[in-house]
């Protein structure tokens, strides 16, 4: 019999500290409901979860930066809506104006109305506000490096009308002559920088097609030279004819290029006219600008972004500043002015709406995306409370009964006293 080693009560007491350590470790994971607590409980999964955490909650940060951006599309929409809805009034004003059935005083009348409504678009363009951030004042567009000339498209020419052609042989893209006669008045009128131009014409048999949009009359009643506003002449075939404004930026914009034919009585010849003034605002003008267009921040990840351009939406732009209704002929341009500003407020609202309903599928996918993201890192991170109770009650058995067994060990050395009696 030994006293010096107790090999017996060495040997339980490894057990009890082997069993005591387990069992505080069960502990330590059933309250707080995790599997990995430290690195050491699992090195190599606790790299993998935290990556998991950090994709978890940029989707979920992502998801609010989306809710973000719809506030902000819905609040330049919803200015948008108030600027057609003064659009709409102020062509229900031209149309009634375009009538001579009012008098001079009608017309001013109808003018200061017009002039108010214009105000309050530009007012709305310059106050429409998201955080502080103005969103219809130009500010948010894209970059442009150049300012840029507008060009005004008409398509409703037939293949025919090369250079050389007459005015006389015109046909329309069917092939229908367009009956211009020798003798007729031709009338194009546009608005530029809010002023309206109306120049005249008469038809000589030699004009040729490019004269409709190049010569005008002067009060001594002789073709002048070539219309500088106007600017450069296309002619595409079954393009039809393309005009581009002489100088660049949102002053020099033509708006409403209208070109009216007239017999010699003074009939409006309805065919010819309409064909020729068919003419649409295929590029839009611009002021050069740097990029202000918002970034959104729609993933987890670095690039994964969307980006939010709004263009500039007050009335100098949409060509409608200083817009003049005074004259039946000022009022009669200015309907095709307007309704080419409804368009473009048309056309910029149905952009916004389109994002906006992407924001809101990219909400739906990101949630998606972060539940099952979660439930992958629960699986890594989380413990299994059944499974660990289950091992913290028999890790608190063995360290019971460990602590019994060290007791009974430190008793055999006891023996040894009854040798000496």
Do not use: C
Request: no cysteine; charged share 20%; proline share 0%.
């Amino acid at each position: 019999m030994q006293i010096n080693h107790n090999i017996a009560a060495l040997n339980t007491y490894r057990q009890l500290n082997s069993a005591s350590n387990a069992q505080s470790k069960s502990m330590e994971k059933l309250s707080s409901g995790l599997r990995i607590n430290r690195a050491g409980d699992d090195a190599a999964g606790l790299a993998i979860s935290e990556k998991m955490r950090g994709q978890i909650r940029g989707l979920d940060q992502a998801s609010r930066n989306s809710q973000d951006g719809i506030s902000m599309i819905q609040t330049a929409e919803g200015a948008l809506n108030e600027t057609h809805d003064i659009l709409q009034r102020m062509r229900e004003l031209a149309t009634q104006s375009a009538s001579d059935t009012n008098t001079d005083q009608d017309r001013k009348n109808i003018q200061s109305e017009m002039t108010g409504l214009t105000t309050e678009i530009d007012r709305i363009g310059n106050a429409t506000q998201f955080n502080t951030k103005n969103l219809l004042d130009g500010s948010m567009g894209q970059a442009v490096n150049a300012s840029t000339n507008n060009i005004n498209t008409n398509t409703a020419l037939a293949a025919a009308t090369a250079t050389g052609n007459l005015l006389t042989a015109l046909k329309d893209s069917n092939g229908n002559s367009l009956g211009i006669q020798a003798g007729d008045s031709i009338s194009i009128s546009y608005v530029m920088n809010g002023t309206t131009v109306n120049n005249t014409y008469s038809v000589q048999a030699t004009d040729k097609i490019d004269d409709i949009v190049k010569k005008d009359t002067d009060a001594d009643g002789k073709q002048d030279a070539a219309d500088a506003n106007l600017g450069a002449i296309a002619f595409g075939g079954a393009a039809g004819i393309s005009t581009t404004a002489a100088a660049a930026g949102t002053t020099a914009a033509i708006n409403g290029l209208t070109v009216t034919v007239k017999d010699s009585q003074g009939n409006v010849r309805t065919a010819a006219t309409n064909a020729l003034s068919s003419f649409q605002e295929t590029t839009q003008a611009d002021n050069k600008r740097t990029d202000g267009s918002a970034t959104l921040q729609i993933g987890a990840n670095t690039n994964q972004n969307v980006n939010l351009s709004i263009n500039d939406m007050r009335a100098s732009a949409l060509g409608v500043s200083g817009l003049q209704v005074t004259t039946q002929t000022q009022a009669n341009t200015a309907m095709k002015v307007i309704d080419t500003a409804i368009q473009k407020v048309s056309s910029e609202r149905g952009k916004l709406g389109a994002l906006q309903n992407r924001l809101e599928h990219t909400i739906n996918n990101l949630g998606t995306s972060s539940e099952n993201l979660t439930a992958a890192e629960s699986r890594i991170r989380d413990v299994d409370m059944a499974k660990e109770m289950m091992n913290q009650t028999k890790n608190s058995i063995l360290s019971q009964a460990a602590q019994a067994m060290l007791a009974q060990a430190n008793q055999q050395p006891q023996g040894v006293l009854q040798l000496l009696r």
